[in-house]
């Protein structure tokens, strides 16, 4: 079925766990490593009556340095509110969130308009159906459990303007998130972790500027759910569309193993929230904070990824392929650099970022170790430039230079000695090789005539044999073209 004749509309909501020392409200710990249930709590992230809330000043700077990142307008004046509903992962009765005044209006990212980005706390973790996993016998059918570790824990939420028209864009989108909360230090933002999750809002519609009815998907934990979430909506709603019947409004959830969305609850059950201020904590005169002008906050903002992209191109005409590598992985991208850097000429960079990404990064993988800076270094920069030059000065096959590659992350040492070492050094002496190649030719006369006759492939023989005379050591390109000369 031709889905040519519709139009898609998707708005994203993202919500990311910032990275701080507390919680959101309370003194308790921010640690999404914990393993153990119920550890890092207190009674004002279990929601405990009387309690009151403190705000934490390292979570609300969080939110204005990716504000800052992405052009939004900081607010002047901001407060927080209660967003109220029953469920046991959130014992208050409510969560506090931002409705009226986000912290962040507007911005771009990728190209994607922004509507806005707020603060609010995460909610516990429940677990339902816990089965066999269950901590006693009488917990084993029927009941859920709560971790209350994650409760409080300050979420970020962004939500973008419905102006992403495909799944791959939305994927495109929540990567570049995911870069920049990382290059800003706010977040770790790992999806299977749950650290970033996405929710995509889709329609569909057969007339362009006109939207189709919205559906909501949940629980996308991986780019990949979020593009296959996306897809399988995008082709349900035009099948129904095409058959003449009707989108209904609602929520939906995605099933990992059927590959599905499934409806979770239908719009008309929604919940309405009452949205207050919550009286418990100040507001916010953000302009009054001279530390927190956007002066100061442009201050502590890096390089940022798309900068990053475009400096790359420009300084060193790279693949595009390689530059997302660079990007994605800064120690990465900072090691290529400095390789380059010892390089000196500018044309050997794409070369060098060939070892760098294909045979470098694979001896990583093989040994199936992580790439950090520190397992980067077991090949010295200095030693990849060397590699690099050796190839140019016709010294190191290509075959050769993965060869010492391979050899310095095992053992250690240098280019120089481990391509002595490993008998890889050709021999690139033209005198030499012009003496070999004589005696070749002397030795297979047939061979010759048989060049100067027109075949072609004689050439590669008599290459080869001076290939085997030289025990390999002989640079078969300089052998060539000895023999081109001698041969005319
Ligand atoms: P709701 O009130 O249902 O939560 P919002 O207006 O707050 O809806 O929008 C939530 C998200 O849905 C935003 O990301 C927005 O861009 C997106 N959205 C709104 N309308 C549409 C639509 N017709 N198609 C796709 N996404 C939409
Ligand atoms: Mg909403």
Known sequence: MSNSNYFTTIGLEVHAELKTATKMFCNSKNDTEEKRPNVNVCPICMGHPGTLPVINREAVKHILKIGTAVGGVIADFTEFDRKNYFYPDIPKGYQISQYKFPLVKG??????????????????????????????????????????????????????????????????????????????????????????????NISVSPKEGVFG????VKNLNSFRAVE?????????????????????????????????????????????????????????????????????????IPELPWQRRERLAK???????????????????????EAARALDLQELAQLASNYITSDIVGLLAKSETPISRSNLDRIPVGEVASVIRMITAGVLS?????????AIFADGGSAETQAKEKNLIQQ??????????????????????????????????????????????????????????LLK
Do not use: C
């Open 228 to 300: 296959r979430a996306i897809a399988y909506e995008v082709l349900r709603h035009t099948t129904l569309l095409e058959e003449g019947n009707a989108v209904i409004q609602e929520t939906r959830g995605w099933d990992e193993s059927k590959q599905t969305t499934f409806s979770q609850r239908r719009k008309e059950e929604s919940h309405d929230y009452r949205y207050f201020p919550d009286p418990d904590l100040p507001k916010l005169s953000l302009g009054l904070i001279p530390e927190w002008s956007s002066e100061a906050l442009a201050r502590e």
């Open 213 to 216: 009815t919205k559906v909501e």
């Open 398 to 406: 290509s075959r050769g230079a993965k060869d010492v590659l391979a």
């Open 428 to 485: 690139s002496n033209e005198g030499e090789l012009e003496a070999t190649a004589r005696e070749i030719m002397k030795e297979h006369p047939k061979v010759v005539d048989e060049y100067r006759g027109g075949k072609e492939a004689s050439l590669q023989y008599l290459i080869g044999q001076g290939m085997k005379r030289t025990k390999g050591s002989a640079n078969p390109e300089v052998l060539k073209k000895i023999f081109k000369k």
């Open 107 to 200: 911005g771009k990212l990728r190209g994607v308009s922004l509507t806005r980005i707020h603060l609010e706390e995460d909610t516990a973790k429940s677990t339902h159906d816990v089965g066999d996993a269950a901590p006693t016998d009488r917990l084993k059918d029927g009941y859920s459990l709560v971790d209350f570790n994650r409760a409080g824990v300050p979420l970020m939420e962004l939500v973008t303007e419905p102006v992403v028209r495909s799944a791959e864009e939305a994927v495109r989108f929540a990567r570049e998130l995911q870069l920049l909360l990382r290059y800003l230090g706010i977040a770790d933002a790992n999806m299977e972790k749950g650290e970033m999750r996405v929710e995509a």
């Open 315 to 337: 300084l060193y005409a790279l693949k595009a392929p390689d530059i997302e590598m660079y990007v994605e992985n800064r120690e990465l991208g900072d090691y290529f650099e």
